[in-house]
């Protein structure tokens, strides 16, 4: 905004336009770059309105390109809009309605010298009394590692757990699988590792610590057959006896549970057919009872004095039923 201000004298009458800048411009403009991305950030007065609106350029030449425009976000990504081995200058400025402030350039961005790598992935598996590294490269936004940078090696650095401050360092591998010798038995390492770019001197994020235990050559110590042998004999004493035991419980419960005796077959044939078996013993109901012929028997003692005619009173018990029985069969005889 441009006042103008009239001054008077007794000889000569001049203007002095004065440029008031009533928009704060940003402060600390800043480029983040990791894997590759390009990111322009920052920040505004705490004294600024709270309707600011920013626009931010790019140029790899003398002309700039506008990216963002009239955004309220104090950031810019421009990483879909540069090469990796480009030379970049960025600037911004804060606008508030028709008024805007003066533009803040950064200083010179080349993405594959000024980027930082992140870290990348490592996998540890023991083997043979050695631990054996799996490195994978980490992701870049634009391109691959090896696709952006010639030569690419890793820094690896390793340590028994719990003694940090002995760490062994091998710098410029160059293989992505690596093997760590030399190693104590049943002893846990750590390690990171991290990127390492030498044309620039670059070196990338250390990866998240992973530890893992070595394991012997392959050689087995007399002394642990010895243990291996009492804990195997330990555990079939304990074990063969608690499983007979568990057995016999489970065949009496399921005995107890389901019992394999059956009733006989002419039991299950009246409960099959109640009705068949109701009806014979109706009809044995209903058949008149015939009168049953009986003789009348006197038991006497066989101590009695005196003879015993025959046909007399005084029969014996047998002679009485014998002489009634043949009385009997003469009496069918005449009929």
């Known amino acids: 905004m441009i006042f103008t201000l009239y001054l008077k004298s007794c000889f000569f009458t001049f203007s002095v336009s004065v440029v008031l800048a009533i928009v704060p411009h940003p402060k600390n403009v800043r480029v983040t770059s990791v894997n590759m991305g390009a990111v322009l950030e920052w920040d505004i007065s705490h004294q600024a309105p709270g309707n600011l609106t920013y626009t931010a350029e790019y140029s790899s030449d003398a002309a700039f390109e506008a990216v963002c425009q009239n955004q309220t976000e104090q950031r810019c990504d421009f990483t879909k809009v540069i090469s990796p081995y480009g030379n970049y200058v960025f600037q911004v400025r804060a606008e508030l309605q028709e008024e805007s402030s003066q533009w803040v350039k950064t200083s010179e961005f ?81 390690v990171q590792v991290q990127v390492f770019i030498k044309t620039f001197q670059k070196r990338g994020e250390f990866s998240e610590v992973t530890c893992e235990t070595s394991t012997t050559d392959g050689r087995v110590e007399p002394w642990m057959i010895g243990v291996v042998l009492v804990v195997s004999f330990v555990a079939v004493s304990v074990v063969f006896p608690l499983l007979f035991l568990l057995t016999c419980y489970i065949y009496k419960g399921l005995k107890f549970l389901f019992p394999t005796a059956k009733l006989p077959e002419h039991f299950r044939q009246y409960l099959i057919e109640p009705s068949s078996h109701s009806y014979i013993f109706v009809a044995m109901q209903n058949i008149p009872q015939t009168d049953e012929q009986y ?41």
């Open 110 to 190: 080349i993405p594959d010298k000024d980027t930082l790598i992140g870290a990348p992935t490592v996998g540890l598996v023991s083997k043979n009394r050695n631990l054996e590294m799996d490195i994978r490269e980490p992701v870049l936004r634009v391109s691959s590692l090896k696709g952006i940078y010639s030569r690419v090696s890793y820094n690896i650095k390793y340590w028994r757990e719990g003694s940090e401050d002995q760490v062994t360092m091998l710098n410029d591998i160059q293989q992505t699988r690596k093997g760590l010798s030399q190693l104590e038995p049943w002893t846990r390492y750590c």
């Open 295 to 335: 003789h009348e028997v006197s038991v006497i003692s066989e101590w009695m004095e005196g003879p015993l005619e025959e046909g007399g009173p005084l029969y014996s018990h047998s002679e009485r039923l014998q002489g009634s029985e043949e009385e009997e069969a003469g009496k069918e005889m005449k009929k």
